[in-house]
């Protein structure tokens, strides 16, 4: 080794230096990235300039002039841009809400039921599995739309269900909607307390069981806070609160028969395809996430729980499924992020989701650049805040070592 004057091993070159070069690589890197992003941005003006597009969002504020079919805001043809993309924003976060549940609660009922020991229940899920994963998405989508919901009777008819309180037909479901009065904001307000009042019950009762090792009935006080408050309120407060219930005209020339708009809620055949379609798809991959959660507890907790016990209903639900969330919790993340972003596939039958309604705005304003920046960052937007929800979940399934 090459030693300086005063015998001190000498200093390496700065081009052999291990973090001069790494820094110089990162430099290079960051430059070309930049450079990158201002051909990128400068091209994009001079195209924009050679067609004469204006560029910016005050196209937002102009007159929409379109209807939309299902709206949860107010909206009409004489609203905004803005007001219409606002629409189908709710309406992709209402596809992918409802989705996510039903397919949650799909997919476990699978994936256990893979499991089973019966033999029947076991090869029904798996059959489910391996036909409703393999078929393309779209193509259900198609399937739920054309050929499910399309041989309902017509809308001078209908199929009725539920002690005759829901109706189907060609124009969607149509059920009792609940019509607020004065006096409800207090309902509300006793469900957010019964809400508080469990989670607080709760951390009580699980630290009681620490201590003690006695279990509190934590089911029936939830369904008694969480639906009894709200009940209890309900006749305190003088019942200010009633439902609508769809008018179906049966007299009268044919040419009359149906419902009456505007009375009860109706779900549009195209909001019950894509969200049946969704959550039946995705439901396929977390039945093969549960199952795998559940084979990868060790079968000894299993055996310890029996030999407490221990029954297998109890032990699946006490043991199993708390020890297999830690492996099931990280891909459930990629499915619902999954099941959120084919959402924009709605535009295959017309559902008035955000791609949907901005593919309608871009074709009548041009703004490509502004509508595809709203679809990134709202799907992103959507996308970081369910990783996050997820990773706060995980660390608190996480096993805490002492």
Known sequence: MEQDSAGAPARASLVNDPKVRGLFYQLVLIGALVSFGYFIVTNTIANLERQNIASGWSFLENTAGFGIIQSLAPYSETSSYGQAIFVGFLNTV???????????????????????NNWVISRLAYCYVELIRNVPLLLQIFFWYFAVLRAVPGKRDKW??????????????????????????????????????????????????????????????????IIGLPVITYFVTGMPM????????????ILRRGFELNVG??????????????????????????RAGIQAV????????????????????????PQA??????????QYLNLTKNSSLAVAIAFPDLVSVGGTVLNQTGQAIEIIAIWMAVYL????ITSAFMNWYNQRMALVER
């Open 160 to 225: 009725s269900f539920f002690f005759d309180n829901f109706h189907l037909n060609i124009a969607g479901l149509r059920g009792p909607k609940p019509i607020w009065e004065p006096g409800a904001e207090f309902i509300g307000f006793a469900l957010i307390l019964g809400i508080v009042l469990t989670y607080l019950v709760n951390r009580w009762a699980h630290k009681r069981q620490d201590a003690t090792g006695q279990q509190f009935p934590m089911f029936w006080t939830a369904l008694g806070l």
């Open 94 to 116: 209402l596809v992918a809400v409802v989705g996510i549940f039903l397919a949650t609660i799909i997919g476990f009922v699978v994936g256990i039921a893979r499991l089973s």
């Open 298 to 321: 060790s079968h000894g907790q299993t055996e310890a729980a029996h030999a407490l016990g221990l029954r297998q209903g109890p032990t699946l639900r006490l043991v199993i499924i």
């Open 325 to 334: 969330m830690r492996v099931i919790i990280p891909p459930l993340t990629s």
């Open 381 to 384: 937007s959507l996308s970081l």
């Open 265 to 290: 809620f109706n779900l549009i055949p195209e909001f019950l395809a894509l969200t049946l379609a969704l959550s039946i798809y995705t439901a396929a991959f977390i039945a093969e996430i549960v």
């Open 242 to 253: 009633y439902l609508e219930h769809p008018n179906f005209v049966e007299t009268g020339p």
